[in-house]
């Protein structure tokens, strides 16, 4: 995925044909960059089992395989100047569209077995292990929204035989106004929003979580830092573990409030009032949830002793607690 990012993006530099208003490598430049991102995100989350790792080395070289089918089947569009997606137009690109299909299929029941291993994996420390777990369902469902773009449009099932059955568009057709590098439509909703967003899910909550413990980690060797951020609340395991429910519930609740606005067909830069409302509503909440989540523990309750954590990545002496269930 590395080197067909680099392809492309010479492809962009010296290739000056469009496609459905885009230029044509744009595509295979952006689903690779994505692909690099997701594998080293799932490897990573892999190399945290204990239990099943052969169940998941297998699942990840299905990924890893299903990855490259696709990707080469995208390439080998783009070579021959037509589009990869939803494309009926002769027999041979009806047939390219439909293993396509089967390659995100086969793909997504890969991360799905994945997921399952980490629902039951012991990494780290409670706070991490969820945000692993709850990462990799919210970019299972990231990734499903993209079944839903293969529905065929009222327009398409108004014509015979039509060439293209199915978009990223709500509301819209392909190829017009569109938010520049991401291609996004701006008259109308677009499926690829929440798609994106929920599909990265899986390096964002872990990254949260790591930070966290990196400044309740600064806060401990620098004792001074604490009152400017409250920082020491930090190295309380429940602390983060709240914090870690918090922003997976948040993330989660902006994923379904993008699919719904794409649904009906609303331009993710021109809401309507019940839109904003629904975001309004996340963002209170969320809030509030995180001002209750920096709570500490109450004099009289215990505090989880540290331990060394399940997990390969390397550690300090303020280590954090092991994962016990």
Known sequence: MGVLALVSAVGLVVDDRVLVGAPIWAKPFKFSVSFVAY??????????????R???WWAGTVVAAASAVEMAL?????????????????????TVFQIMGGTVVVLWLGALVIALLLLRARILDRAMAWAVRLSSLIALAGAAVGFLMVRPTPEQLATDNPTVVGAHSVGVPDGGPALPVTGWATTGGDLRVAHFFGM???QLLPLVLLILAALAARSSRSPRLAPLARLARLADERVRLRLALTASTAY???????????????ALFAPDGVTLAGAGAIVALGAAATVLSLR???????????????SPLPTTSHSLPKLTG
């Open 39 to 52: 594998a080293l995100s799932l490897a990573w989350m892999l190399s945290l089992l204990h239990r099943g």
């Open 54 to 56: 052969r169940a998941g």
């Open 74 to 94: 995208i390439t080998l569009q783009v070579v021959r100047g037509t589009r990869s997606h939803f494309n009926q137009a002769t027999p041979f690109d009806n």
């Open 200 to 202: 990265h899910a899986l």
């Open 252 to 266: 989660a609740a902006v994923f379904v409030l993008l699919t719904w606005q794409a649904l009906r067909g609303q």
């Open 296 to 310: 500490t523990s109450s004099p009289g309750e215990p505090s989880p002793s540290p331990s060394t954590p399940d």
